[in-house]
């Protein structure tokens, strides 16, 4: 086993396929970790003043998998109870079970490579490599400005830690990026990412979203609206939404699926 790619699923399957396509031809293998449960074990929260039980995806994940992918594509379900060092243990199961790969490239359902890059990527020769991530907001036309926050991580030695996300350190392609339709997601998705925020930061000691945001700042968004990052703390870090125009690679990939998404 020479190249893979691993990621972690359960805010929805609204950009997997767009994902997974846009790296296909270039692993060797593909492992989609499904977790059911959010980190926390609460399953109620007050939101807007009212206390509710958590809403439920009852998403079909494997079958999903199944019916849009024909090879190279492995389903694990597993739980995880923290997101610490989540990539480096999913890593860890598939060189345990499937054998270790010279290559790993960690990735989210929300990540997209325009066509090209990923191969481009897997040429890098240094240990581990990360790429700048174009964040899109609602729409393909429409970006977060550039920020420190980097996107899918390709490790050319085993992985030891990971943090949080799919990073391990701030060591960033000079020309390779990434395009992250994380904040372009399903009304009901980017509600219930919210909701599972509101719940479980505390648990995961994460910044407290605000709790109007998904009413407020996504949902009922206009070009004008300001302070739009999800911390409570924090909502100047985004200040205002840029317009963008996508490459035309990226443009046209994106258009060639029957659920753009976008």
Same mark, same amino acid.
């Given at each position: ?23 296909? +031809? ?31 995806? +009852? ?100 992985? =030891? ?18 395009? +992250? ?24 000691? =994460? ?56």
């Amino acid at each position: 086993m020479n190249r893979i790619a691993i990621y972690r699923i359960h805010y929805g399957l609204d950009f997997l396929e767009q994902s997974v396509k846009s790296i296909i +031809n270039d692993v060797d293998q593909v492992y989609i970790f499904h977790s059911s449960n959010p980190w926390s074990k609460k399953r109620s929260l007050t939101y807007l003043g009212q206390s509710i039980p958590l809403p439920t995806l +009852n998403e079909h994940v494997e079958s999903f998998i199944n019916q849009k992918f024909d090879n190279k594509i492995t389903y694990v379900a597993k739980e995880y109870d923290s997101p610490d060092n989540q990539y480096a243990n999913m890593y860890q199961y598939v060189k345990q079970h499937f054998g270790r790969p010279i290559q790993t490239l960690m990735m989210e359902p929300d990540m997209v490579f325009a066509p090209g890059d990923a191969k481009k990527l897997f040429e890098y020769d240094g240990n581990y490599v990360s790429t700048k991530q174009i964040e899109l907001w609602k729409s393909i036309h429409w970006r977060v400005p550039q920020r420190d926050r980097v996107g899918p991580t390709l490790w050319n030695i085993p992985i =030891d830690h990971t943090f949080k996300g799919t990073y391990s350190d701030i060591n960033v392609h000079p020309t390779i990026q990434n395009y +992250n339709f994380g904040f372009c997601l399903s009304e009901k998705i980017m509600l219930y990412k919210h909701l599972v925020a509101i719940m479980g930061s505390q648990d995961i000691n =994460d910044s407290i979203p605000s709790e109007r945001w998904y009413e407020d700042k996504w949902l009922n968004w206009k070009p004008e609206t300001t302070d739009l990052e999800i911390s409570e703390r924090f909502k100047h870090y985004i200040k205002k939404i840029e317009q963008f125009d996508p490459p035309s690679n990226i443009l046209e990939y994106m258009n060639g699926f029957e659920n753009k998404g976008i």
